[in-house]
């Protein structure tokens, strides 16, 4: 069914509430050293671009969403006062090309929507879209092997497979597989407080 303006507008909020209260974490776990070019695919309300801005004077990000959800981000990020740092970019993630030169490509609460191949061919131009020894950071439900643990994670998948047309939750190992077939190097899961994790990989 299509979603009206309300209905992106409720899911942002929510979204937004819960990324601020998450960003902070990620930006700690992530890093800012060498990140001058900051790629927020999907970034949605633009929380993770702005407390990753805050962390950085020198930083400048780049919302890459819909255009029903621009409108929102621009208003956080006038809000933030960081209209000069943070650009944002009407796209479309299943299939645009991202650019180029990056330094950090950030991929938030976005894999679970898509099919494994959707998320290999995503990698692929998140690799692309990086400049040598950046690096892809995806905050994402992550399930150990067995995909029965953790258990929020694991009844997560379930609820994606039954309302989305191929999401699911994801393994470590299958993070690995995509990041490593994507040819990106020192892939490593940072373990965070809550249901989602990070999965890093860098180019070489």
Same mark, same amino acid.
């Given at each position: @069914? ?6 992106? #507008? ?5 979204? /937004? ?6 960003? @902070? ?38 919302? *890459?969403? +819909? ?8 208003? /956080? ?34 894999? /679970?929507? *898509?099919? @494994?191949? #959707? ?38 998948? *379930?609820?994606? +497979? ?11 190992? #299958?993070?690995?597989?995509? +990041?490593? #077939? ?15 994790? +990070? ?6």
């Amino acid at each position: @069914p299509e979603r009206g303006e309300d209905w992106t #507008e409720a899911f942002i909020a929510a979204m /937004h509430r819960n990324a601020q209260e998450r960003a @902070p974490l990620v930006v700690r776990a992530v890093g800012t050293e060498g990140v001058q070019r900051m790629l927020d695919v999907g970034g949605g309300s633009g929380a993770y671009s702005i407390a990753f801005a805050r962390a950085s004077e020198t930083l400048r990000s780049e919302i *890459l969403d +819909l255009g029903t959800v621009l409108p929102i981000a621009r208003r /956080h990020i006038q809000e933030a006062g960081l209209s000069g740092r943070i650009a944002t970019r009407q796209g479309d993630l299943r299939q645009d090309n991202f650019g180029t030169g990056y330094d950090l490509v950030f991929v938030s609460a976005i894999c /679970h929507m *898509l099919s @494994p191949e #959707e998320n290999r061919d995503l990698l692929r131009r998140c690799y692309a879209a990086l400049a040598p020894s950046g690096r892809v950071v995806i905050q994402d439900f992550v399930l150990e092997a067995d995909k029965t643990a953790p258990k929020m994670a694991a009844l997560f998948a *379930l609820n994606m +497979l039954v309302g989305t047309r191929a999401g699911s939750a994801y393994s470590d190992d #299958e993070y690995t597989t995509w +990041l490593r #077939e994507a040819d990106f190097q020192d892939v490593r899961r940072i373990r965070l407080p809550g249901p989602s994790n +990070l999965m890093v990989g860098t180019r070489r």
